[in-house]
C-alpha cells in the first residue's frame, strides 16, 4: 500500500504541469504561417523538396524568380493556372490557405531563394505570354528545329530528352508553362535556360513566342472538344448507311 502511495505521488508530481498537453501553445492550421512547413505540406509534392527535382517547375531558381514579377507568382499560388495540374491554393479560389499564408509563401521564395543573376548584357524576356510579341506557329517550327530539336527529336527523329510534342506533355502544361520553361530551363535536368541553346545566339523574345506557337498548335483538342455531337453522328451515320433502291 505504502508502495503505491509513493508512486501515484511520484506520477502526481510529474503530472502537474498537465500530463498529455502539447509543449507552449498550440497553433491551429490556419494560423500556421511558417514557410518550411507551408511548402512541404502544400508544394514540395510537385515542385520537390526545397523547391527542387520535383516533376513540375523548379521554384528554388534565382533566375525563375528574377523572371516572374511578384504579382504573377503571387497570382499562381493564390488561384492556380487553368488547364494545368497547379491547384489553387487560396481559399477564395477553393483552395485551403488564407491570404496571410499564401503571402507567406512567396515572400518565403523570395527571401530565401532569389539572388540576383548576371545576364551579361543580354535582355531578360517578358515574363507574361499576353505581354510577348504575338507568336508564328510556322515561324516557330523553324526555330524549334533550330533551338530544340537536337534534344527533343522532330518528327521520326526521337530526342535524348524526350518528345515535348508528345499530347500527353502538351496536354498538361499551358502556353506560359511552356514559355517559361524555354526562358529558364530546367538547370536540375540539364537543359539550359534561352541564352545557350547555340553557342553564341541567344533566343530572341520573338522565336520565344514563335516557339510557343508552333507547340500550342500541335497540342490535342480535349475529348470533349474532339467529339462528335449527337446531331453530328446521327448526320454522319445516314450518310453512311447504304441507300436502298426504291424501284424493287
Known amino acids: 500500500m ?19 498537453k502539447p509543449k507552449g ?35 528554388n531558381d534565382p533566375l525563375f524568380l528574377a523572371f516572374i514579377d511578384r504579382q504573377s507568382l503571387h497570382d499562381v499560388v493564390a488561384n492556380g493556372r ?18 496571410v499564408q499564401v503571402n507567406a509563401l512567396v515572400d518565403g521564395m523570395e527571401s530565401r531563394w532569389a539572388r540576383p543573376v548576371k545576364l551579361n548584357g543580354v535582355t531578360m524576356p517578358v515574363y507574361s505570354a499576353s505581354n510577348a510579341p504575338p507568336g508564328d506557329a510556322a515561324r516557330g517550327q523553324v526555330a524549334y528545329q533550330r533551338n530544340c530539336m537536337m534534344c527533343h527529336g522532330f518528327g521520326k527523329f526521337k530526342g535524348m530528352a524526350g518528345s515535348v510534342t508528345d499530347p500527353s506533355f502538351l496536354g498538361l502544361i499551358s502556353d506560359q508553362n511552356l514559355r517559361t520553361t524555354i526562358v529558364v530551363g530546367r ?17 530572341s523574345d520573338q522565336d520565344i513566342s514563335d516557339v510557343v506557337a508552333w507547340l500550342s498548335s500541335q497540342r490535342p483538342k480535349t475529348a470533349i472538344e474532339a467529339a462528335p455531337t449527337p446531331r453530328q453522328t446521327s448526320a454522319e451515320s445516314q450518310a453512311s448507311a447504304p441507300q436502298e433502291n426504291d424501284q424493287k
Not at 2 to 11: E, G, M, N
Not at 27 to 45: H, I, K, M, R, Y
Not at 187 to 203: C, F, K, L, Q, T
Open 2 to 20: 505504502r508502495a503505491s502511495l509513493v508512486i501515484a505521488i511520484a506520477i502526481g508530481s510529474l503530472c502537474s504541469g498537465g500530463c498529455g
Open 25 to 59: 501553445e498550440a497553433v491551429l492550421p490556419e494560423q500556421n504561417t511558417d514557410f518550411a512547413q507551408l511548402f512541404a505540406t502544400n508544394c514540395s509534392g510537385c515542385h520537390g523538396v526545397d523547391g527542387r527535382s520535383g516533376p513540375a517547375p523548379r521554384l
Open 82 to 99: 487553368q488547364g494545368t495540374p497547379m491547384p489553387a491554393f487560396a481559399r477564395s479560389s477553393g483552395g485551403f490557405l488564407n491570404a
Open 187 to 203: 538547370p536540375d535536368w540539364g537543359m539550359p535556360d534561352w541564352r545557350y541553346r547555340i553557342p553564341r545566339h541567344v533566343m
